[in-house]
């Protein structure tokens, strides 16, 4: 097992890992730039290092210095959390040129199932069910060729896209070539590739992922979907554990082709494959998480099982200590992400100091998150402040749980979407779980 473990991250998914370091007993490093110098993860870690200034691109983004941060405090591995470089197939593949086991899959993997339009061959050639679409589109003039062929209502998605961006819909032939241009434009400036493709637009559908941890003795568990539904602008907002539409004989068959997915990629660690389902229960690949998600606490608190842990184990070499016959859904878990921003202003991010925080309790009630009374937010980061998350023995005991959780949480000094989400659990679509990814935009709460 590691001694010591440098958290590449920040914001509440840094604490949440630094907190499974400690029950672990592993040392560990935390990293931070100049506008974090006060943040909590910084001062729960045995050891912090500045790697520059505020903007992501200095400091988080910076992988010399996270890399010499952590062979200068003698860390032996480094945990990427979720988002930032946590998908970056080089920082992995450096990672491991410098000695430092990355908690994760290999660089290779990442590489693969990071290029959505190689990861839909292979699902394709698995026998995974895939959305009709194009491969890559390098002629522009070919692109309403091909956007004829596959038909419309369509998606332009970037090859490198990722957390909703360079997705583009389309419905007719007129908007094809201006908005294809667009999305180039697009995920060039923000993933540094502006490869894209066409893919025929399914509505309605539920965005249905599933869950799956690998050892590197060949030990697959696949722990159960989430729902993830309730989105705006493909951010999700609310997730869910179980889907409570979903017919058992479909998990099962979703749950086979995952265990495919991550057999035919070679996968090792803690990753999510993600598919839509339509009306008719039949599921097509979206594509593959190569990491921890936002959303894992619901699967903790159905199944028991600590991803972290577990995903810390499995890169340090350990064998999985529970199968497939292990794992069972106990009770109904939900998440909400509570984020700093004004659901009424279109949803304008805030920041400022946190002047009150009265945080929920109760027995399976947690709240992860990284403020504390006085902590000011920044302005350069993600919104998200925190993840709600409740578990009952039924769902609609959940929903009324998370109902009371929200109504006790208090955070005073910057905006929020507390209000919004408690208008959703109280919506009768999402009681009966039949809501789809186009809810909240149905709903006009966006």
């Known amino acids: 097992m590691f001694s010591k473990i440098l958290i590449a991250n920040r914001g509440e998914i840094a604490v949440r890992i630094i907190r499974a370091c400690k029950e672990m007993g592993i040392g560990t490093v935390a990293v931070f730039s ?8 910084v001062s729960m870690a045995d050891e912090s290092v500045c790697i520059g200034p505020a903007p992501v691109k200095d400091s988080y983004l910076n992988i010399p210095a996270i890399l010499t941060a952590a062979v200068q405090t003698g860390a032996q591995a480094v945990h990427p959390g979720y988002g930032l470089l946590s998908e970056n197939a080089r920082f992995a593949e450096l990672c491991e040129s410098c000695n430092l086991t990355f908690i994760g899959p290999g660089h290779k993997t990442i590489s693969l199932m990071g290029d959505k339009d190689a990861a839909k061959k292979l699902m394709a050639q698995s026998g995974i069910p895939v959305i009709p679409g194009s491969d890559i589109i390098t002629d522009v003039d070919m692109v309403e060729k091909e956007a004829r062929r596959i038909g419309f209502p369509l998606l332009i998605k970037a090859r490198s896209g990722g957390g909703g961006r360079g997705i583009r819909l389309v419905n007719s032939i007129e908007e094809v070539r201006p908005t294809f241009l667009a999305a180039q434009t697009e995920a060039a400036n923000a993933f540094g590739d502006g490869a894209c493709f066409l893919e025929k637009f399914v509505s309605p559908v539920k965005h249905v992922e599933m869950q799956v941890i690998v050892d590197n003795y060949g030990n ?18 609310i997730e869910e554990s179980p889907c409570a539409v979903l017919p058992e004989s479909t ?7 995952s265990i495919k997915a991550v057999e035919a990629s070679g996968y090792r660690g803690v990753g999510t494959i ?6 008719d229960n039949n599921f097509y690949f979206l594509e593959m998480n190569t990491r921890l998600q ?3 606490p ?3 608190m159905v199944t028991g099982i600590d991803l972290v842990k577990w995903q810390i184990r499995v890169a340090a070499g350990l064998k999985l200590e529970f199968t497939q016959q292990d794992v069972t859904l106990n009770g109904s878990a939900i998440e909400c992400r509570i984020n700093a921003e004004n659901p009424a202003f279109d949803f304008k991010p805030s920041c400022g100091k946190i002047e009150l925080l009265h945080i929920p309790g109760g027995p399976w009630v947690r709240f992860d998150t990284s403020l504390y009374q006085g902590y000011v937010i920044p302005p350069y980061y993600d919104s998200m402040m925190g993840k709600l998350i409740v578990h009952a023995k039924t769902r609609a005991e959940a929903i009324r749980k998370m109902q009371a959780a929200l109504c006790e949480l208090v955070i005073e000094g910057v905006d929020n979407n507390i209000d919004l989400l408690i208008e959703i659990l109280d919506d009768e679509e999402f009681k009966k779980g039949t809501y789809s990814t186009g809810f909240m935009k149905k709903r006009k709460w966006f």
């Open 251 to 257: 998990r099962q068959r979703m749950m086979e082709a």
């Open 34 to 41: 100049e506008a974090d110098r006060d943040a909590l993860h």
């Open 294 to 296: 936002v959303e894992h």
């Open 220 to 237: 697959v568990v696949c722990l159960g979907e989430r729902d993830c539904s309730v989105q705006r602008k493909n951010q999700k907002i």
């Open 298 to 300: 619901v699967t903790e």
């Open 274 to 279: 993600e598919y839509l389902l339509d009306k």
